[in-house]
C-alpha cells in the first residue's frame, strides 16, 4: 500500500497520539482475527439492530496545540477571586515537589487500584502514611484510605453508625452547625432507607430517642464546641457519636478521639490539594477499633511476603460490594487515592511542626482580621473560633459582599443579614486589608499585638504524627527522592499494559492532564457566583452535549463522583420518578447474576430489593428468566440494571426485549456504562431503550485512575427523568444532592472535555473499533492454548474477553492467582481475576496499547501456558516452579537458589524486558496473616524481616 502523508500527519491526536496500532499494524492484526477489514471486523462483532443511525458529529478535532490554545481562552472565562467563603472548603498551598512529582507525575495518576498488592507497595506506603495521619489528628485507632468527599464520608459514617449502634432509634441527629452541603447529602442518603434525620442545635440533643448523631467541628459559622458531653450521652443511650473535623483545625485544638467520639470524618482537600470547583479531594474516615469492619471503603494494612518480609495489602473490605452485593455495607468500590496521597505527602513535607505553624498563621490572620472588625464597631460572632467568623452587617448585606468582589474576594452570605469569612493557608496581608475596605474600614493595624482566640479547654493536648516518615529530612532532594522510591516500586500505564477487563485502563494523554493545574481551573472554590464560573459553564456544557449525543440520552448530570456514585444517583433519579408518578410502592430491582457488584449495592441503598436474574448457558440473560420475574412483580418493580456490552464482554442480541420487557410492567431500565468503550460511535444506550445509565469517565473517557481514585461517573437519562436529576443547595436543585459539590470533581472534567475535543466524532468512533479490533487479536492469538469463555454469534467478543483459566487447577494445580503473579515476573499488571467468573481472567486492552506490547503480553501468556503444560506432562515439580513462587524479586535472583528451574527463567520470562525490567519488591503477599495481624498505621521503621517474628 502507497505510503499517504495524511495517514501520519503528526497534529493528528486521534489517530497518532491516542490510537496504538498503526493502519499498517491493524492490517496485520485484522489478517489474525480472519477479518477483511476493520469494517467487517465491527459488523460481525455488534448485532445491526443495535447499531446507531448517524454518526458523532463533533466537527474538525483539535490538534493538541490547537486545543491548548482555545482551552487557555475558556479558562480565562473564569475569574479566580480570592476566596474566603469556607464551608469545607479552602485555599491552599500545593509544594511545587508534590505538584510535579505527584500530581503531574503519571507514574502516580495512571496507576490502578492496588487490589495486586506486589506491584503497589509505594501507593500501599504512601496510604498507609494518609491513614496514619487521619488516626494521628483525630485520635481514632483506624482510619480508611479515603472516600470521595466530606458530605458523603457523613452519610457513609451515619449508615456505619446504624450498623453498629446497639440503640434501636431509627433517628439521626444532625448538628444544625454542619455545612450545608453535608446537611443535604445526609438527608438525601437517609429518606429512601426509612431515617429520620432531626437538625438542631447540639444541646438539643435527646441522645435516648437517636441511633447516632453527627457534630461539625469547627461549626459552619466557626463555632468551637466541646462535644463531650453529648458524646457521653449518646455513649450512656447506647447511640454512637460522629464528629465531622477539619483536620488543619485539629493541628490545634482538642481531637474527637479525646471528646470520646466513636467515628470521625473530614475532607483533607486543605493539605495540599487544589480547590478545583469542587474537587477531587480525599475524605478521610477513622474510627475506634471496635467498628472497624464495619467501616465501608478500603482500608491499607501490614502483612508480610513469602519470605517474611513486611508487606502492604488492602485489608478486610477489600471489595466487598462484589461478594456481599445487596447485603454489602457500601456500594463505595472507589476512593480518592491520588488525592489522599497529595495529602499524605503534605503532611510529611511539612511534618508536625509545619502543620502546627500553618495551623497556627491561619488562626492569627483570622484574629487580625476579627480585631479590626471589632475595632470598627462590628459584631463578631463566635468569640472563640479558628479561621472562621461570622459578622453582623444587617440590610448592608449584599453592599459588602458586592464591595469585597470589588476588592477580589468572595465572601459568604450568611441568611440575610450576617457575613461569613473564612482565612486560610494563602490568605495575605493584603487581603485581609482587602476585605476590611469592604466594610469600609481604610486603616492597617500593624502594631497590634498577636493574640488567640482558642478556649484553653480545647487546646490539644496529645501529640500527633509521630512516627520516623514525618520527621525525615525534609530538604526537598530527600524528598524528591523519598516519591521516586515509592513510585518505583509501582506498575503504572507508564511501563506497561494494564489489561484489566471492564477497567478500561487507556492513554491518559499529558496534552488532557495539563489544564487541570492551571489556576483558572484549580483555584476556583465550587460555592463561587455563577458569573465567576463561565469558563466551567461552557466547559461542563458542551461536555454534557457530546456525552448526550454519544449516549442518546437527553440531559447529564455531572454530580457523581465515581460510578458507584452514579449508579446510585441514577437510582434515586427512577425512585423520585415513580414517586412523581403516584407510584412510590415501586421498589423490585431486577439485577442480572453476572452485574457488577456495585449494582445489587446500589439498589440496597436506595431502599429497593433486589430480585437476581439468571444467566443463560452463554452468559447472556435468561429472557425467559427475566420475562418472568418481571411479570410476577408487575405492581411493584421498579427497574432492572444490565450491563452493555454484557460483563461477559458479549453484544447481547435481546438487549431491546429486555428493556421493552421491563417498560410494560412500569419499571425503568438502568443500563451500567462501565462497557461504554465498546459502544462510543457505534450504539447508543438510549436508543437500546434505557432511561438512564452513569458513564465512567474515568474508564471510557480518559480520566486517569489515580492508583485508585478520583473517578467520575456522570448520569444521562431521557427526557422524562430529567426534572428528577440531582439538586443541591447551592444552586437551588429541588432533588437531593448526592455529592457535596454541584459538579463533582469537577476540575477533572476538563480531561474528558479535552479527549472529545482531539478526538472528534470520527476519531472516538475509531477508538471503538480499534478496542475491539485489539480484544479480538488477543482472543486469535491466545486461541488453542486458553479457552475464551464467551463469545458472540459470529465467534467474536466485544472490547473484552474472558479467558477461562479454571481447567488448570485441576490439571497441573495452578490457580488464577498463580497466572497472575506470574504476569509479574513478565512485566505485566493481570487481568481483571475471577471477575464476571470465579477462576478466570478478563482481558481489556483498550485502543491505546500498540501491536508490539499486545504480541508482548500474548507471548507472556503463551509461554505461562508452557509451563502449565509442563506441570501437566510431568516435566515440572507440581509446588516447587515458576508459577507457584511467582513473583521473583531481586532477593530471589541474588541469593540462594535451590528450584529446579533456572535464574534466568524464574527471573526473565518471555515478555519481561531484559533491561529495563520491573522488578517487585515483595514476593507473593499473604493476605490471610494480614487479616490475623490487622495493623492499618504506620509500623516502627526497622528492618522489614521484624514483621515475621
Request: proline fraction near 6%; glycine fraction near 8%.
Amino acid at each position: 500500500m502507497p505510503f499517504k502523508p495524511t495517514d501520519y500527519l503528526p497534529y493528528d491526536f486521534a489517530n497518532r497520539r491516542h490510537i496504538g496500532p498503526s493502519p499498517s499494524e491493524m492490517e496485520a492484526m485484522l489478517k489474525v482475527v480472519g477479518a477483511q477489514s476493520l469494517s467487517a471486523l465491527i459488523d460481525d462483532t455488534l448485532p445491526a439492530s443495535i447499531r446507531q443511525a448517524e454518526p458523532l458529529a463533533f466537527g474538525k478535532p483539535k490538534s493538541e496545540r490547537e486545543f491548548l490554545h482555545f482551552m487557555r481562552g475558556v479558562a480565562k472565562k473564569n475569574k479566580v477571586l480570592t476566596s474566603l467563603i469556607g464551608q469545607g472548603y479552602h485555599g491552599t498551598v500545593t509544594p511545587p515537589a508534590i505538584q510535579r512529582n505527584i500530581l503531574e507525575n503519571p507514574a502516580w495518576y495512571t496507576a490502578y487500584t492496588p487490589y495486586q498488592p506486589e506491584i503497589s507497595q509505594g501507593r500501599l506506603e504512601a496510604l498507609l502514611n494518609y491513614q496514619t495521619m487521619v488516626s494521628d489528628l483525630t485520635g481514632l485507632e483506624i482510619a480508611n484510605a479515603s472516600l470521595l468527599d466530606e458530605a458523603t464520608a457523613a452519610a457513609e459514617a451515619m449508615t456505619m453508625a446504624q450498623r453498629v449502634a446497639k440503640s434501636k432509634a431509627m433517628a439521626f441527629f444532625v448538628d444544625e452547625n454542619c455545612h450545608p452541603q453535608n446537611i443535604a447529602v445526609i438527608q438525601t442518603r437517609a429518606a429512601p432507607l426509612g431515617i429520620e434525620v432531626i437538625v438542631a442545635a447540639p444541646e438539643a440533643l435527646e441522645a435516648d430517642k437517636v441511633f447516632a448523631a453527627v457534630f461539625q467541628y469547627p461549626g459552619t459559622h466557626g463555632h468551637l464546641t466541646d462535644f463531650t458531653a453529648q458524646m457521653t450521652a449518646l455513649h450512656d443511650a447506647q447511640a454512637v457519636g460522629i464528629v465531622i473535623a477539619d483536620p488543619m483545625a485539629l493541628c490545634l485544638l482538642k481531637e474527637p478521639g479525646a471528646m470520646g467520639a466513636d467515628i470521625a470524618v473530614g475532607s483533607t482537600q486543605r493539605f495540599g490539594v487544589p480547590l478545583g470547583y469542587g474537587g477531587p479531594h480525599a475524605a478521610y474516615m477513622a474510627c475506634r477499633d471496635g467498628f472497624k469492619r464495619a467501616m465501608p471503603g478500603r482500608l491499607v494494612g501490614v502483612s508480610i511476603d513469602a519470605r517474611g518480609n513486611r508487606a502492604y495489602r488492602l485489608s478486610l473490605q477489600t471489595r466487598e460490594q462484589h461478594i456481599r452485593r445487596e447485603k454489602a455495607t457500601s456500594n463505595v468500590c472507589t476512593a480518592q487515592a491520588l488525592l489522599a496521597v497529595m495529602a499524605s505527602f503534605y503532611a510529611v513535607f511539612h511534618g508536625p511542626e509545619g502543620l502546627r505553624a500553618i495551623a497556627q498563621r491561619i488562626h492569627r490572620k483570622a484574629v487580625r482580621l476579627a480585631r479590626g472588625l471589632e475595632a470598627a464597631g462590628f459584631t463578631i460572632e463566635p468569640k472563640a473560633f479558628f479561621d472562621t467568623i461570622t459578622v453582623e452587617v444587617g440590610p448592608l448585606q449584599r453592599a459588602v459582599m458586592k464591595s469585597a468582589v470589588d476588592e477580589g474576594v468572595n465572601l459568604r452570605a450568611v441568611g440575610t443579614t450576617r457575613v461569613g469569612i473564612t482565612v486560610d493557608e494563602v490568605t495575605r496581608p493584603e487581603t485581609i486589608e482587602a476585605v476590611w475596605r469592604a466594610f469600609g474600614i481604610a486603616r492597617q493595624d500593624s502594631d497590634l499585638t498577636p493574640e488567640y482566640r482558642l478556649p484553653d479547654a480545647l487546646l490539644r493536648q496529645s501529640d500527633f504524627l509521630s512516627h520516623d516518615v514525618f520527621h525525615m529530612n525534609r530538604a526537598e532532594t530527600e524528598m524528591m527522592r523519598y516519591m521516586r522510591r515509592l513510585a518505583d516500586r509501582d506498575l503504572a500505564l507508564d511501563r506497561a499494559m494494564i489489561p484489566l477487563g471492564s477497567c478500561t485502563m487507556k492513554l491518559n494523554s499529558a496534552a488532557e492532564m495539563m489544564p487541570i493545574s492551571w489556576p483558572e481551573l484549580a483555584d476556583l472554590h465550587p460555592f463561587v457566583p455563577t458569573d465567576q464560573a463561565a469558563g466551567y459553564a461552557e466547559m461542563i456544557s458542551d461536555l454534557s452535549a457530546k456525552l448526550c449525543q454519544i449516549t442518546g440520552y437527553a440531559a447529564f448530570s455531572m454530580q457523581p463522583n465515581s460510578g458507584a456514585q452514579g449508579e446510585y444517583a441514577g437510582l434515586l433519579t427512577i425512585a423520585a420518578y415513580h414517586k412523581a408518578q403516584g407510584q412510590g410502592h415501586r421498589n423490585i430491582c431486577l439485577i442480572p447474576v453476572s452485574a457488577h457488584g456495585t449494582n445489587p449495592a446500589s439498589a440496597q441503598m436506595v431502599g429497593w430489593k433486589v430480585v437476581p436474574v439468571k444467566a443463560a448457558e452463554n452468559g447472556d440473560i435468561d429472557l425467559d428468566d427475566f420475562r418472568a420475574k418481571a411479570e410476577k412483580y408487575a405492581d411493584t418493580l421498579a427497574g432492572c440494571m444490565i450491563t452493555y456490552p454484557s460483563t461477559h464482554g458479549v453484544f447481547e442480541e435481546t438487549v431491546k426485549e429486555v428493556c421493552t420487557i421491563t417498560h410494560a410492567q412500569g419499571g425503568q431500565v438502568y443500563i451500567d456504562g462501565a462497557n461504554m468503550n465498546a459502544m462510543v460511535g457505534l450504539s447508543r444506550p438510549g436508543d437500546l431503550g434505557g432511561d438512564v445509565s452513569h458513564l465512567n469517565l474515568h474508564k471510557t473517557f480518559a480520566i486517569p485512575h489515580g492508583g485508585g481514585g478520583p473517578g467520575m461517573g456522570p448520569i444521562g437519562v431521557k427526557a422524562h427523568l430529567v426534572p428528577y436529576l440531582p439538586g443541591h443547595p447551592a444552586t437551588g436543585g429541588t432533588e437531593g444532592p448526592v455529592s457535596a459539590a454541584p459538579y463533582g470533581s469537577a476540575s477533572i472534567l476538563a480531561i474528558s472535555w479535552a479527549y472529545c475535543l482531539m478526538m472528534g466524532g470520527d476519531g472516538l468512533t475509531q477508538a471503538t473499533r480499534v478496542a475491539i479490533l485489539n480484544a479480538n487479536y488477543i482472543a486469535s492469538r491466545l486461541k488453542g492454548a486458553y479457552q475464551v469463555l464467551y463469545n458472540g454469534p459470529t465467534g467474536r467478543v466485544a472490547h473484552e474477553c474472558i479467558l477461562d483459566v479454571r481447567p488448570f487447577a485441576d490439571s497441573a494445580g495452578v490457580t488464577v492467582d498463580d497466572i497472575a503473579k506470574r504476569l509479574i515476573d513478565c512485566g505485566f499488571h493481570a487481568p481483571t481475576m475471577s471477575w464476571p467468573v470465579a477462576g478466570t481472567l478478563m482481558v481489556e486492552p483498550t485502543e491505546s496499547e500498540t501491536k508490539a506490547e499486545l504480541d508482548r503480553f500474548c507471548d507472556a501468556l503463551l509461554a505461562i501456558r508452557a509451563e502449565i503444560r509442563a506441570i501437566e506432562d510431568g516435566q515440572m515439580d507440581a509446588t516447587n516452579n515458576p508459577l507457584k513462587h511467582a513473583p521473583h524479586t531481586v532477593e530471589d535472583l541474588v541469593g540462594a537458589w535451590e528450584r529446579p528451574y533456572s535464574r534466568e527463567q524464574g527471573c526473565f520470562p518471555p515478555g519481561a524486558f531484559r533491561v529495563d525490567k520491573y522488578w517487585p519488591p515483595v514476593n507473593r503477599v499473604d493476605n490471610v496473616w494480614g487479616d490475623r495481624h490487622l495493623v492499618c498505621t504506620c509500623p516502627p521503621m526497622s528492618d522489614y524481616a521484624e514483621a515475621a517474628e
